[in-house]
């Protein structure tokens, strides 16, 4: 859940107790965060539900380090067994875990599958988790990793904008181009921004609140809704093709 959504959520109801949950359609719930530490880490996506483990693994099966970015992989009751006639699915993000895996016990008779999420987090000191972003939609510039969910995020903080999505396209120099498209927050119609000052707005409030490498190299505005998958996220390939033609223009 974005920041500011959570912080108007909690003053228009000021006595819920948001739980802040990440899941798995493969595993169901995977972590929670509790509502006495979401004014101390409202970006955390919390600690393992019960009678799940979270790992947070590179890419040849170790454990990462401390706020060291890795692999989510969930182990648990929880695990299913697979996709429903998809072995190929299956192999992708059914592993079994290596027997000097975190938590392994070398008394275990059979092997133990996980669920490889394919999400990149990282775990701090205190065993909390953030979420970073998914693996395959990462973006590279100027040398740095950026998740579109951090870009994202600091353009809701900017409190100008209903939806928005970012995506990186190819660049010869940079790697990857970040773009950015999004919808006008609704107004009443005598403060409402028209399109070319809402881009412009949006782009100095970027430069004001990231670093160079992480502002947007194009911004789309268009009317909403974004459009979304099946399970309600963001379509961000249909959003990188539709736009991201336009940005090469």
Known sequence: MPRATLALLRERLPKSRPFLMYGLTEAFRSTYLPPDQV???????GKAIPNAEILVLREDGSAC????PGELVHRGALVGMGYWNDAAKTAERYKLLARDAPGQSAALALPEYAVFSGDTVRMDAQGYLYFIGRRDEMMKTSGYRVSPTEVEE??????????CAAFGT??????????LVATPRPRDSDSALGDEQLAGALLAEC????????????????????????NGKL???????????????
Do not use: K
């Open 39 to 45: 004014d101390e880490r409202p970006d955390s996506i």
């Open 65 to 68: 380090g401390i706020d060291e």
């Open 154 to 163: 600091i353009v809701y903080a900017t409190q100008l904008v209903g939806e």
């Open 170 to 179: 190819e660049h010869p120099t940079l790697g990857h181009a970040i773009q």
């Open 207 to 230: 430069r004001l609140r990231m670093p160079t490498y992480m502002v947007p190299a194009g911004i789309f505005i268009t009317c909403g809704p974004l459009p979304r998958n099946v």
């Open 235 to 249: 379509d961000r390939p249909l959003i990188s093709g539709n736009w991201g033609s336009q940005a090469g223009q």
